[in-house]
């Protein structure tokens, strides 16, 4: 799935690198990591997205090569705190709808409240 087919749309994205992080702002949204031409490798939530950024980027599973590509880029939607796990569960249910299971790189359910 590309990250065009999400609704809402995430508003902005940055090339996912350390170059980027201190373009990375302090709220909190939706985000996604994608490969360069879009597919969704990981869907999720933050309160603080600049933190969140950070922490991926320490990850191995987040900026290795995956089965389907490697994350290049992170999109996000700035986003109510309060409503963050509702957005978060429509994106991952609309992925789920297409392709029967959820993206690459995401373990674990999101919370259903």
Known sequence: ???DELEPLP????????????????ISGCYV??????????????????????????????IGITDDGKATWFYFLEY??????????????RFEALHGNKPVLNKNNSPVS
């Open 33 to 62: 990591l994608a490969t360069f031409t879009g597919d969704i490798l990981y869907i999720g939530l933050a309160d603080n997205l600049y933190n969140r950024f950070q922490q991926h980027l320490n990850s191995h599973d987040k």
């Open 80 to 93: 109510d705190a309060d409503n963050l796990p509702k957005l978060e569960r429509t994106w991952l249910n």
């Open 1 to 3: 799935m590309k990250v």
């Open 11 to 26: 508003s902005t994205k940055f090339l996912f690198r350390q170059s980027a992080y201190k373009s990375i702002p302090k």
